[in-house]
DNA sequence: TATTAGCACTCATCATCTGAGAGTGCTAAT
DNA sequence: ATTAGCACTCTCAGATGATGAGTGCTAATA
């Protein structure tokens, strides 16, 4: 049963209406503030209508409508067109992000910052997931007599590292046998593919005490591993919700703290989104059932994908955010092309 | 103007009271519940008295009387008894933390979580200032052609690294050259004095491949140092408040959440807190008028100095807090010892 | 002199009530 | 098919009054 040509107009008036406002929406103030050519009168049997599609509905009797889950829906996917981002916006977005541009973690850090700023909703933003990014080399160090430093570099350039302290002593020698050892057989291998398929332990045996090191060190190396598997996340804003009249109850606005302090959680929930900008309303989104969540992807290097998102109440400016978040993941991949030597990864200042 | 005997056993009855239900203590109820030997009409004058000297205040007029910050820093400087840590509550932090031992940064952070579910409040843990901290030393390596990798080692082991791209390619020998060069020149010093005393732009110069490089390399060098002095900031339970009748209105609970989204503002007021167990009650604090901030210190090495945190209402259990962020800094001060070779720093899983 | 009982008084809180206003839903006219 | 008209419903804000906790003062008491 599709829409008529004029309950769509009218449900678009609502919501604009409403996610103005805030509040229920009657029949003559639409009738009044849109140039819709009916009456009152016509717009209320319209809506009972719509009420009856599912589309709106009714706090209570004598109160206007308000735009169900399904209307705003409805909305994202035909309704809504593409909104152009204002002069200002861009101009803030390129600046902020181009002064940090060669500092990978603060760049995404910034996203979330302007992603909140612009929006006035709680955003977010993480770091690539690394699960397929793959091994360059490792490097054992000496720094004191049974000290050493483990680095693990991957192909993208990212490196990680962890500092440990033997049993016993070991030479320099030893150290630089074991990273070839070890490069030499993770090179070109993936972290999940390291990590599930448990260690191999037939090399470096025929010498005794590089098999005594070997065995001191990895457990250090998959340590280290499981940290480069880790996306930083990024949260900004989360204050700006107590402004909304939807969370101006206290109940409300601690469930959505609560939410955001389960950082894990929250992550691996946004790890599993589809990649592009989507869009979930209300209760398609398992908890969060009175918010909206938009997330979009970034790429590094065009391969790797994070993520940036914005949460706020189902009463969204859909449009404005999605554009805002297109806006700024091209801007981040963009930033993040690694293909040509142009950026000199130290800045100018 | 010293109080009598018996104006600190109401004070003090007061207090107790107040902090275990949040509401205006009366002089009956204090009669019945204390046993002081005296009518609630002596209790009442008593407390006149006490509300004349600043040490209780009056909602209203048919209220009772609430412990002002004065009353509780009489509390907390001469009234107050040490509590013993509950049996359970040492094992939770003995367990918790022994099983991170030996990741820095991820017991700092278990640290701040216990302290939140152990009180209930807010907590927040921050790794060691580094200004002191000696450089020992920087390592070049290299990635790809015009890729490579810059590696700073501090005296106590923490490593920072960045990945940067160079303009043109150059030779491995010349990376190593270079790193030895900067060694020499940095290693002993503190990370406060290179970065004060600028850059010393005479060494190597005689080499014009190698002074080019160099000046490649010293921008990354100037930030990645500026990125070791980056104190790591953990914060935890901070919706555990929503849970306090003092931050009930969206108001206040709005204020407090703020003031925590300014990371960076309260990294730095943390550090300028002297050393060791360290309370601050109310006005006492330049913002946050209606909380109380408790802080306290760990060392690293016997050297570093590291802070953890707990901030709450005004009305809040001192001498519980104080215990435990006491037996919690022993704790991790221990754990951080790094004298002797009894931990391998690398953990048994 | 210090303490206490007694009592009038104050004030917040809560429940109840009221009128105003917004908005609907239905019916009958256009 | 649309619209005007009107009764009806329900929220909201303000007013009212009862309740009860707790004070502050006074006069009696040990």
């Known amino acids: 049963m599709d829409l008529s040509e004029r309950q769509l107009q009218i449900l678009q008036a609502i919501i604009t209406d409403y996610v103005e406002n805030a509040e229920p929406v009657g029949s003559r103030s639409i009738a009044k503030k849109y140039d819709l050519g009916v009456s009152p009168a016509t717009i209320r049997n319209e809506m009972s209508d719509l009420e009856e599609m599912g589309y709106l509905t009714h706090p209570h009797t004598s109160a206007g409508r308000v735009p169900s889950d399904k209307a705003y829906r409805l909305y994202v996917n035909s309704l809504m067109k593409k909104k152009n981002l204002s002069a200002k916006d861009k101009k803030l977005i390129n600046d902020r992000l181009s002064a940090s541009r060669d500092e990978f973690d603060r760049t995404i850090r910034h996203a979330a910052e302007l992603l909140s700023e612009i929006t006035n909703l709680a955003s977010f933003a993480m770091t690539p997931a690394t699960n397929d990014e793959t091994i360059s080399f490792i490097r054992l160090m000496p720094v004191e007599e049974k000290t050493i430093i483990l680095m693990i570099v991957s192909e993208s350039g990212s490196v990680t590292n962890t500092t440990l302290r033997l049993p016993v002593p070991c030479t320099a020698e030893s150290l630089e046998l074991l990273s070839k050892n070890m490069t030499v057989n993770y090179r070109g291998r993936t972290l999940d593919d390291v990590l599930k398929n448990e260690i191999i332990e037939d090399v470096g045996s025929d010498i005794e005490a590089l098999a005594a090191l070997r065995g001191n060190v990895m457990p250090s190396f998959i340590r280290t591993l499981e940290d480069m598997l880790n996306v ?104 993040f092309r690694l293909t040509d030597g142009s950026e000199t990864g130290d800045g100018s200042g």
Request: net charge negative.
């Open 232 to 335: 930083n996340l990024y949260m900004e804003g989360m204050t700006n919700i107590f402004n909304l009249p939807e969370y101006s109850s206290i109940d409300r606005a601690r469930d959505f703290m609560e939410l955001f302090a389960q950082k894990d959680w929250f992550t691996q929930k946004m790890l599993a989104r589809d990649d592009g900008v989507v869009v979930t309303i209300g209760e398609e989104n398992d908890s969060l059932k009175d918010c909206s969540l938009i997330t979009a992807s970034y790429h590094v290097d065009g391969r790797l994908v994070g993520k940036i998102g914005v949460i706020g109440p189902t009463r969204m400016k859909y449009d404005e955010v999605t554009s805002i978040m297109e806006y700024l993941t091209n801007n981040l991949s963009e930033s």
